[in-house]
Structures are given as structure tokens and as C-alpha cells.
């Protein structure tokens, strides 16, 4: 049970190679036996796949639209 929270608590630190190399062993150890961390960490590193992908999405605020109109009056 203290491995399944530890792998909980640590998922991203894993997936970001900030985890030494003890708490590495130790989600590696514990996934190989719980799917529900397994899927946890295989789900993560997906969406970290995916982000890529996703681009630039910021919408133009109000804000960005005044900027533009002032300096096409310049």
C-alpha cells in the first residue's frame, strides 16, 4: 500500500526524470505488479506525448485586439 501511494505522489517526478534513482526502482518495482499505477503512468506519459501536438492554442483576448488597434494608428 505505501508503494502504491509513493508511485501516486511521484507519478510526474518519474515521468520528468527528477525521481533518483531509489524512488525510480521503486515506482518501476511497484508498476510491474499494480495495473491501476501501470495505467496511471502509460495514461501520463500519453497526454505528456500529446501536448505537442496541441500547439500554440491561446485565444486573442480584448486586450490583444486594442494593442493591434493602437499600433496600426501609430
Do not use: N, W
Amino acid at each position: 500500500m505505501l508503494d502504491h501511494r509513493f508511485t501516486k505522489a511521484h507519478a510526474s517526478e518519474y515521468l520528468d526524470g527528477d525521481l533518483p534513482p531509489t524512488g525510480r526502482s521503486r515506482v518501476e518495482r511497484h508498476t510491474s505488479v499494480c495495473p491501476q499505477c501501470r495505467e496511471l503512468i502509460a495514461s501520463l506519459r500519453r497526454m505528456l506525448d500529446a501536448l505537442p501536438a496541441l500547439g500554440d492554442t491561446r485565444q486573442p483576448t480584448v486586450a490583444d485586439g486594442i494593442v493591434e488597434r493602437l499600433r496600426r494608428e501609430d
